[in-house]
């Protein structure tokens, strides 16, 4: 994925060059898509594809017309069987700390990716599979996906900042039966876990991201992105000092030209339409 979104035309898609695997990168309305494709192993990231999942988040946060990101995998079979691990080099060596270094930054990128994203699951979502689902701020499966991460079955340590997302998310027992235990589960329990938000029929599956999307991407996207970064650092260890800036972005909500048009339409019962401004 070299090329310029910004050259994308509506529902055109573009995609990377690797060999091992590629991101197909497509825009519909105020929706960006990126799609994980690596089939031959359901959808496994490779370190080509991690590189071009930043390029295209970079590429869509500078794009002022989105309002929205959804990110999925091909096909039926795999949201994300994991990082693929056929690449890493040996544990001690500096290639394998590299590689580390570079999954962790695209995962920190897609957490602070600062308009909404939705990660839509079927299939298999294990690993960095789940760890890319988890960095994304909502999470929608289909019935009949498997979660999982199986880094203790492989003798893998799982990053401190999945376990820490992972434990936000679902709580500290259930984050640790999660990793000590390397066992699979079916959707009901990760909807139960608070691990995904919506569990849908699979044929209902991307009407359901859709419509998601589109109602987010229909709301005043100022307000969306304070409400974002105030309830992300609620839950940093740094909230306290990012206090102040939480309350510099409801201001910058109050003044904007969005607020008055939200009001404006409120009162004359009609659809807002939000510029950012």
Known sequence: MRQSIEAATESAVKESTGALGRINVSIEDKVGWIELDNPSKLNAISLGMWRDLTDALANFESDPGLRCVVITGHGVKAFCAGADISEKGRP????????????????????????????????????????????CDLRIAAVGSRFGIPAAKLGLACFHSVVERLAGLVGPSTA??????????????????????????????????????????????????????AVETVFSEASQSHGAACVEREQACIESQDYVEGRRAFLEKRAPVFQGR
């Open 176 to 229: 640790k039966r999660i990793l000590f235990t390397a066992d699979r589960f079916p959707g009901q329990d990760a909807l139960r876990f608070g691990l995904i938000d919506e569990l849908v029929d699979a044929d209902q599956l991307r009407s359901a991201v859709r419509d998601m999307a589109a109602g987010i991407a229909a709301n005043a996207p100022l307000t969306v992105a304070a409400a974002k970064h």
């Open 92 to 135: 001690q060596s500096d290639s394998a700390q590299d590689q580390d270094h570079l999954i962790i930054d695209a995962l920190r990128k897609v957490q602070a990716f600062p308009k909404p994203t939705i990660a839509m699951v079927r299939g298999h979502c294990l690993g960095g599979g789940l760890a890319l689902a988890i960095a």
